[in-house]
């Protein structure tokens, strides 16, 4: 059995961007980096954009989406974002760049773009297949319009993508629980967040239900979701001014501890601005 592979191009504020290859695909979550970043670090690994089969979007602010526009251009690969997610970016674009608006309905319109639609009076999305792969969406709880995670399995190998979420439902933990993978948000530490030199509208947004994960909440998710076959939690989304690696490492081990969660098989991973390196599940 062929091995999933994860490398975090990037995370944060800075821009989002990571590339999981399937034993069949190279998927790209997320496409908030520059042009020349997004294809320099796809060279690190011999690959292009064309060689890349699926995109996932998880939500429309610039730190998410900033290579869409160069994405858009390859019309082979097959793009997926919620129908919200779509609309917003169509219709502030008309005006602003409305090259921009007429790819993105020209790629709708011939398949490339797939739109993810939830279910009718729930928090759900449909999940799908495409070939051999299963990808559940998940709602998430951040100050867009219509944001969401994903759980990407190939041949029973998961990951679990959840960043930009000001609260894990615990309704998903059924759907999330022991994966090999997660890539999950740990933003910031509420006490130097408020001491920080943001602006109070601001630090009241990120410590909201739709705003960001905070170190606590994001260990005490994870207490709820490893399991004996989790061998890679990589922290996301780490704020470079409301946070300190030092302080995501004590609130895990506290907080794992706390719930006696076994941790002795699992590696742990900070990510950052920087590109990772390359693992495997």
Known sequence: MKNVKISVFSSGSAGNCTLVQTKSFNILIDVGISKKSLEENLLDYNLTLHDIQLVFITHEHIDHIRALPTVLKYDTLRIYLTVGTYHWILENN???QPSLAELMEKRLNNGSIVLLNRIENSIFYSSFEYYNLKIQVLPTFHDAV???GFVIEDEKKRLVYITDTGY???????MIYNAEAYILESNHDPTILMHSNRTYALKMRIL???GHLSNEDSMVTLAHIIGDKTK????AHISQECNLTQ??????????KEYGVDTSNIEFVITSPVPSKEYEI
């Open 94 to 96: 008309k005006k602003r």
């Open 146 to 148: 219509e944001s969401v």
């Open 168 to 174: 894990v439902h615990e309704a998903l933990y059924p």
């Open 208 to 210: 909201s239900n739709h």
């Open 232 to 235: 890679l939690v990589m922290h």
């Open 247 to 256: 302080i995501v490492e004590m609130t895990r081990e506290q907080v794992l």
